[in-house]
C-alpha cells in the first residue's frame, strides 16, 4: 500500500510539473520581465520633478489649497498637518507609488499581477488583467481596485505596457508627507502606463494621471525606478517602533522613556477625564 500510494503521488507530480513546464514558457516570453526589487530613482514627492509642498504646484481648487496650505503651516508649526502616514495610516494609491526605502517587487500572471510594497506598511496590489468589467459595487481600500490591460506588443509578441485604471480609493489619503489633499468624496481615479524605458531594462516608468474633483483638470506625473536583480528583503511594521501618537485630532510624541510630548510649542495636552488625576 505504501509503495503503491508513493508511485501515484509521484505520478501526480510529474503530471503537474508537465503541465506547469508546458505552460510555463508561453507566460514568460508574452510578458516583460519585470523580475527583482524596484527602487525609485526620484524625489518622495507626488511630482518628482518639482520642489515639496507648494513648490508641487498642485492644481488644487481653492478650497483644497487652503487645505494644502493649512497642513503646511501645522508642519512648519512642529505638527503633522494633513499627513495620515503620521498615525500609521498605510499611503495608499497613488501615493504607495512613490516607492519607499523598501523597494517595490512585481509578479505578473496570466490574469493578475501582483505589486508588492516592501515599506512602508507592507501593501499589496492587485491588479486584474483577465478582461473583467468593474464590479458593481466593492468596498473601498486604500490601495484601490485595479484594472489593467497589456498593450503595445512588440514583433516578437512580447507586451511592452501595462495601462491601469484604479478606482474605490479609502481616505484618508494625501498624495505625499505635506498633505497635498484628495477631495472628501473619495471619488478618485487614478489611470497609469507602466512600462520599461527602451534604452534600459533595469529602468521602469510609471506615468501616473490623477482625476479628481479637488483638481481644477487631471495631474500627470512621472515615476522612475531602478531594478536590483538580486535583492535582499526586509520586514518593516509600522507598530513595532511608532512614536507618533494621535489622540484625538492632535498628535504627540512618545518619549524613549514612555511619556507623552508635545509636536510643537504651547500645545494641549489631552483631555484626562477618564482617569484618576487625584494627587498622591
Given at each position: 500500500?505504501?509503495?503503491?500510494?508513493?508511485?501515484?503521488?509521484?505520478?501526480?507530480?510529474?503530471?503537474?510539473?508537465?503541465?506547469?513546464?508546458?505552460?510555463?514558457?508561453?507566460?514568460?516570453?508574452?510578458?516583460?520581465?519585470?523580475?527583482?526589487?524596484?527602487?525609485?530613482?526620484?524625489?518622495?514627492?507626488?511630482?518628482?520633478?518639482?520642489?515639496?509642498?507648494?513648490?508641487?504646484?498642485?492644481?488644487?481648487?481653492?478650497e483644497y489649497q487652503k487645505i494644502l496650505e493649512?497642513?503646511?503651516?501645522?508642519?512648519?508649526?512642529?505638527?503633522?498637518g494633513n499627513n495620515p502616514m503620521a498615525a500609521?495610516?498605510?499611503?495608499?494609491?497613488?501615493?504607495?507609488?512613490?516607492?519607499?526605502?523598501?523597494?517595490?517587487?512585481?509578479?505578473?500572471?496570466?490574469?493578475?499581477?501582483?505589486?508588492?510594497?516592501?515599506?512602508?506598511?507592507?501593501?499589496?496590489?492587485?491588479?486584474?488583467?483577465?478582461?473583467?468589467?468593474?464590479?458593481?459595487?466593492?468596498?473601498?481600500?486604500?490601495?484601490?481596485?485595479?484594472?489593467?490591460?497589456?498593450?503595445?506588443?512588440?514583433?516578437?509578441?512580447?507586451?511592452?505596457?501595462?495601462?491601469?485604471?484604479?478606482?474605490?480609493?479609502?481616505?484618508?489619503?494625501?498624495?505625499?508627507?505635506?498633505?497635498?489633499?484628495?477631495?472628501?468624496?473619495?471619488?478618485?481615479?487614478?489611470?497609469?502606463?507602466?512600462?520599461?524605458?527602451?534604452?534600459?531594462?533595469?529602468?521602469?516608468?510609471?506615468?501616473?494621471?490623477?482625476?479628481?474633483h479637488a483638481l481644477t483638470r487631471s495631474w500627470?506625473?512621472?515615476?522612475?525606478?531602478?531594478?536590483?536583480?538580486?535583492?535582499?528583503?526586509?520586514?518593516?511594521?509600522?507598530?513595532?517602533?511608532?512614536?507618533?501618537?494621535?489622540?484625538?485630532?492632535?498628535?504627540?510624541?512618545?518619549?524613549?522613556?514612555?511619556?507623552?510630548?508635545?509636536?510643537?510649542?504651547?500645545?494641549?495636552?489631552?483631555?484626562?477625564?477618564?482617569?484618576?488625576?487625584?494627587?498622591?
Amino acid at each position: 500500500m505504501h509503495v503503491r500510494a508513493s508511485t501515484g503521488a509521484l505520478a501526480l507530480v510529474a503530471v503537474l510539473g508537465l503541465a506547469f513546464a508546458g505552460a510555463q514558457p508561453i507566460d514568460a516570453g508574452k510578458y516583460p520581465d519585470l523580475k527583482g526589487k524596484w527602487i525609485r530613482t526620484t524625489a518622495a514627492t507626488f511630482d518628482p520633478s518639482k520642489p515639496a509642498g507648494l513648490g508641487q504646484q498642485a492644481p488644487l481648487t481653492q478650497e483644497y489649497q487652503k487645505i494644502l496650505e493649512a497642513s503646511l503651516a501645522d508642519q512648519a508649526r512642529g505638527g503633522q498637518g494633513n499627513n495620515p502616514m503620521a498615525a500609521c495610516i498605510p499611503p495608499g494609491m497613488p501615493r504607495m507609488m512613490i516607492g519607499y526605502g523598501g523597494g517595490m517587487e512585481i509578479v505578473t500572471t496570466p490574469g493578475l499581477t501582483y505589486m508588492l510594497m516592501g515599506e512602508p506598511m507592507l501593501q499589496l496590489r492587485r491588479i486584474y488583467t483577465d478582461g473583467r468589467s468593474w464590479p458593481e459595487n466593492f468596498d473601498p481600500t486604500f490601495s484601490g481596485y485595479s484594472i489593467g490591460k497589456w498593450q503595445e506588443p512588440d514583433r516578437d509578441g512580447r507586451f511592452q505596457m501595462l495601462a491601469v485604471e484604479t478606482r474605490g480609493l479609502k481616505s484618508p489619503r494625501s498624495y505625499d508627507s505635506s498633505g497635498m489633499p484628495f477631495h472628501r468624496d473619495n471619488q478618485a481615479v487614478v489611470k497609469e502606463r507602466i512600462f520599461l524605458d527602451q534604452a534600459d531594462p533595469d529602468v521602469l516608468r510609471d506615468e501616473m494621471t490623477v482625476i479628481d474633483h479637488a483638481l481644477t483638470r487631471s495631474w500627470t506625473v512621472t515615476r522612475s525606478y531602478h531594478r536590483e536583480r538580486n535583492p535582499s528583503w526586509m520586514e518593516t511594521i509600522c507598530g513595532e517602533d511608532e512614536h507618533q501618537v494621535k489622540i484625538g485630532k492632535e498628535q504627540y510624541f512618545l518619549s524613549g522613556d514612555g511619556y507623552l510630548m508635545p509636536t510643537r510649542k504651547d500645545q494641549t495636552a489631552p483631555d484626562l477625564k477618564y482617569f484618576n488625576q487625584s494627587q498622591k
